[in-house]
């Protein structure tokens, strides 16, 4: 009898993320103007939004790379107007992500961090940088479905190429 747990590995996570990132910036390359559909709140575009999730995978990602960085509670708010900007924020906030969990161990995993008014481990900081991604990449497929945008195959894990 095994004593492993079924898991779904944090490289993985990052494969799917990727996998989403990439399929809607292919996307955006294709339909522009999408990115102008407006969602309102605090990310009042579709860019916004795109942006927002960027910033928040690089935000972790720079925090899980640097240990002696000084967390605040949000993300700095950062230039999106170029389609270059956010592929690029993707591309850097991927690799670091990566580069961290191909060298992060178990303990550097359970290490807690303070982060604005909250403490949460490494782990718990890497799930929501990548769960993040996942449930506002729905949310960007919600929007362009309610905008009469074209709209793409799902994107479900299940047909990504992130596991087997």
Not at 24 to 32: C, G, I, Q, S, V
Not at 90 to 115: F, I, N
Request: net charge neutral.
């Amino acid at each position: 009898m095994s004593t492993t747990e079924p898991a779904v590995t944090f490289r993985e996570l990052l494969a799917y993320t990727d996998f989403l990132a990439n399929r809607w910036l292919d996307y955006f390359k294709k339909n522009e103007a999408a990115l102008a559909v407006e969602v309102g709140g605090r990310t009042p575009t579709l860019r916004d939004l795109v942006g927002h999730i960027f910033q928040v995978e690089l935000f972790f990602a720079n925090l899980l790379i640097d240990t002696a960085a000084m967390p605040t509670a949000r993300p700095p708010q950062m230039e999106l107007s170029s389609f270059e900007t956010l592929e690029r924020m993707h591309r850097e906030a991927h690799q670091k992500l990566c580069q961290y969990v191909a060298s992060a161990g178990e303990q550097t995993l359970r290490q807690p961090r303070k982060l604005g008014p909250t403490t949460a481990s490494n782990r718990k900081i890497l799930a929501q940088a990548t769960l993040h991604s996942v449930h506002h990449w729905a949310q960007v497929a919600m929007e362009v479905r309610q905008a009469g945008l074209p709209t793409q195959p799902p994107q479900d894990i299940i047909i990504s190429p992130a596991m087997e």
